[in-house]
């Protein structure tokens, strides 16, 4: 089955910097990506998603990038802001079918006002 | 839209009783339903997955007679936890997806505590 890594698991940027989470999958045949955000005590908030026949996808200050030779992709959050704190994770799945996300193991940040 | 709500926020029940936790997508018609169970500062580990009128698919080690999944609307899934334990007190998600789109939107979880 699908296996997805996702690193750092820990994140510290100073308010205003750059944010970069990455993820590599295994399954090739994957062709969906999500990212979500999720704050303490409350449920997964689907912030940007991308498919394998995009490379990038963007969204104000999030953008995502896909390199299917790889088998990575990565989150950018530029101009950090403090209400960006939150454990991220990224997902992949194979789209027919079931539809079935597997997760990241997560990533906290935490964005230094 | 997608907004997918979920009742009760959280729970606290004595051992040996049942729980049932609603799902509902609000606007939107939900032909699948994730159900998800997540352990303090852990990912989220799917515990089944459940079509409008079907039987629920379970993952590998989740007791499907311990928890019980009805989607019997293109609106509603309901998660029972039956005869509950102490060990079961962890954090439940559902999620839906529908219109032949793999998007996944989550509800808000429910905190159960089983004393």
């Known amino acids: 089955g699908e296996n997805v890594e996702q690193h750092p698991s820990t994140l510290s940027v100073q308010e205003g910097d750059s944010a970069v989470i990455k993820c590599t999958y295994s399954?090739?045949?994957?062709?969906?990506f999500p990212w979500y955000k999720q704050e303490l005590g409350k449920g997964p908030q689907l912030i940007i998603d991308?498919?394998?026949?995009?490379g990038e996808k963007k969204d104000q200050r999030i953008a995502v990038t896909l390199n299917k030779t790889a088998k990575h992709f990565s989150l950018h959050i530029t101009e950090t802001q403090p209400e960006d704190s939150a454990v991220y994770f990224c997902?992949?799945?194979f789209g027919a079918g079931s539809y079935q996300l597997t997760f990241g193991k997560g990533t906290k940040l935490s964005v230094i006002p | 839209g997608a907004v997918v709500s979920q009742h009760p926020s959280r729970v606290i029940c004595k051992s040996g009783t049942s729980v049932k936790i609603e799902c509902r997508s609000l606007?939107?018609?939900?032909?699948?339903m994730f159900w998800y169970r997540q352990f303090p500062k852990q990912s989220l580990m799917l515990m089944a997955t459940?079509?409008?009128?079907?039987?629920?698919?379970?993952e590998q080690g989740v007791e499907k007679d311990k928890f019980l999944i009805n989607h019997a609307s293109l609106t509603l899934s309901t998660l029972t936890v039956t005869s509950a334990h102490p060990e079961d007190s962890s954090f439940y998600i559902c999620?839906?997806?529908?219109?032949?789109?793999?998007?996944?939107?989550f509800g808000p979880g429910t905190r159960l505590l089983v004393l």
């Open positions: 999620s839906a997806s529908g219109g032949g789109m793999e998007t996944q939107y």
């Open positions: 399954d090739s045949a994957s062709n969906y």
């Open positions: 991308i498919r394998s026949n995009v």
């Open positions: 997902a992949a799945s």
């Open positions: 606007d939107f018609q939900a032909t699948t």
């Open positions: 459940s079509n409008e009128g079907s039987k629920a698919t379970y």
